[in-house]
Structures are given as C-alpha cells and as structure tokens.
C-alpha cells in the first residue's frame, strides 16, 4: 500500500521555466512533508519541509505548496537550472510519535540548457 | 561537523550469506533510520533505532535486523541474502526528539548480491 505516491517518474523543463513536481499521499494522520533531491551515488539531500498548519513554504527558488482538502502537495521550481537535474523525492510523516517517514518512489527532473 | 558516514559503500555477496552494514551519524544526533532504495520502489523503510532501541519498524522479513551501540552509531545485518536484496541501504540520522525534523542521509551502501 503505497501511502505516499509520485505519479510522473520523470520530467523535462527547458532551463529557466518552472518545474512541477507533484506528489499525492493517503494517510490523513500525515502532517510534515519534505522534499529531498538525490544525486546519482549519493544519499538525499534536504530541501525544503512543510507542516500541515501551512499552505505553503517558500525558500529561495524552492515554493512547496500544500492542498489538504486534496491531500496533495507540489514543489515549484523557479527557475529551473541544468544543476537541478536529480532525482526529487517526497516524503511525509505523523507527529504522533512515529517519527519515521514514507517516502515516494522519486520524480527524475531532467533541466534542458 | 562531520556528516553521516556509512561503510562500506559497495559490497558485492552471494546468494546465501549474510551481511553488515554500518552508519555513524552526526555527532549528538540520537535516532538512526535505515532504508532500502531499489528502482522505481523509492526509499523504503526499514527501521529507526533511538537511544538503543528500536522505535520503528518497517514492513521487511525477519532477515533484516540492526542495532544501536550506546555512542549512536548503528548496524543492519541482513541474513541469507537474496538477489533480490541487492539495492542501495541509505542510513539518515536525526536527533530524533523534534516532530517533522528533517533527516541527514549517508551516502549509503551499494550491496549487490550475486
């Protein structure tokens, strides 16, 4: 049962548009999200987090956006750059103590030059 | 500081053996999670230690196990390997005490099982 789902495995952006990356979860109880990027043959990185207390979270060009009601959340990237090509993964968690999180299967952005 | 460091990072087993993989965290950080990545199934998780004990647990056979020694650092051990094992074992501490905190991943282990 996969509670966290990325449903684009990849994705193609010309250099200086935006990228969408998109990522839907099941689980009601989740309320903190992050992002991480991932570089072939190295562990994530962290991104950018929200908590289900806001709609959105911006840093720098990173903007993570949260629909509840749609128990979806996206992050925009603005704007895009050829070193944004990764692997972008999101995962999500319930404060209820678990602290563990559930990632997605990962979206490959690739950003054209 | 230092970050998280996992040895080794590539491994090559036969079907059969067992194995032990090891990750040191960031210094002061108290909760080590392991996860297994394999193409297109994302990072799944294994289990979350925390001051020696294991808090969480994930869906994966009894093979797997680990452990937690009193300066944080931790052990996966995964028993009569299966080619199926073969992936990449990620490691990520935290300091396990603040909901929603991010993890640091390792670069973790290419084990691959022959």
């Known amino acids: 049962d996969q509670q966290v789902k990325q449903n684009s495995p990849s994705l193609s952006v010309q250099e200086g548009r935006i990228s969408i990356l998109n990522c839907d979860y099941t689980?009601?109880?989740?309320?903190?999200f992050l992002w991480y990027k991932k570089y072939p043959a190295e562990g994530p990185t962290f991104l950018i987090s929200i908590s289900s207390i806001k709609d959105k979270n911006e840093d720098g060009r990173f903007t993570v956006f949260l629909n509840k009601s749609a128990k979806h959340l996206s992050l925009h990237i603005v704007p895009s750059q050829p070193g944004d090509s990764a692997v972008y993964f999101c995962?999500?968690?319930?404060?209820?103590?678990?602290?563990?999180?559930?990632f997605g299967t990962g979206t490959r952005l690739k950003v054209l030059a | 500081k230092a970050g998280v460091t996992q040895t080794p990072r590539y491994l090559i087993k036969t079907r059969g053996q067992q194995v032990t993989l090891s990750c040191s965290p960031i210094?002061?950080?108290?909760?080590v999670s392991w996860y297994q990545q394999t193409p297109g199934q994302g990072l799944q998780f294994l289990f979350e230690y925390f001051s020696e004990t294991q808090r969480n647990k994930g869906n994966f056979p009894g093979r797997f196990s680990g452990r937690q020694f009193s300066n944080s650092r931790s052990e996966m051990n995964v028993s009569t390997l299966e080619l199926g094992d073969s992936a990449l074992y990620l490691c990520a501490s935290s300091s396990g005490k603040i909901p929603g905190e991010s993890y640091t991943f390792g670069s973790g282990t290419r084990l691959t099982v022959v």
């Open positions: 995962a999500a968690s319930a404060a209820s103590g678990t602290y563990k999180y559930i």
């Open positions: 210094s002061g950080h108290r909760s």
């Open positions: 689980n009601s109880m989740f309320d903190y």
